[in-house]
Nanobody
Framework: VVQLVESGGGSVQAGGSLRLSCVASTYVFCMAWFRQAPGKEREWVAVVDGRDNLKYVDSVKGRFTISRDNAKTTVYLQMNSLKPEDSGIYSC???????????????????WGQGTQVTVSS
C-alpha cells in the first residue's frame, strides 16, 4: 500500500501563488494532481511520470508546474496566477499503471492522498 500525504494548501487572493507537496511512502512511476470544486466532478490537473514527462489540463497550462524531487517520491504543484476558479480540494494520486504510454492515475489501482484545500478569492 502506498501512502500519500499532501500539504501546502491555503487561502490566497487572485493572482497569488501556492505550492502543494505530496510525499509518497515509496516510489511510484506516475504521480498526478486532481482537484474538485464544490458541486463539480473531480478534475485531473497534471501528471508527471518516472521519466519526467509532464502533462497539464489546458486551463492551467502556463500557470501551474508539476515536478518531482530527485528521489521521485515527492511531487510538487507550483501554482501561479491563481484564479477563483482554481479553488477546490487538491488531491495527489499515484499509480504504476501505464496504457498506450499514458499514466492511468484515477483507476482501481491508484492510490490517493487525503486532499488539501485551496481557496482563491477575487
Amino acid at each position: 500500500v502506498v501512502q500519500l500525504v499532501e500539504s501546502g494548501g491555503g487561502s490566497v487572493q487572485a493572482g497569488g501563488s501556492l505550492r502543494l507537496s505530496c510525499v509518497a511512502s515509496t516510489y511510484v512511476f506516475c504521480m498526478a494532481w486532481f482537484r474538485q470544486a464544490p458541486g463539480k466532478e473531480r478534475e485531473w490537473v497534471a501528471v508527471v511520470d518516472g521519466r519526467d514527462n509532464l502533462k497539464y489540463v489546458d486551463s492551467v497550462k502556463g500557470r501551474f508546474t508539476i515536478s518531482r524531487d530527485n528521489a521521485k517520491t515527492t511531487v510538487y504543484l507550483q501554482m501561479n496566477s491563481l484564479k477563483p476558479e482554481d479553488s477546490g480540494i487538491y488531491s495527489c494520486a499515484a499509480s504504476s499503471v501505464v496504457r498506450a504510454g499514458r499514466c492511468i492515475t484515477n483507476g482501481a489501482d491508484s492510490y490517493w492522498g487525503q486532499g488539501t484545500q485551496v481557496t482563491v478569492s477575487s
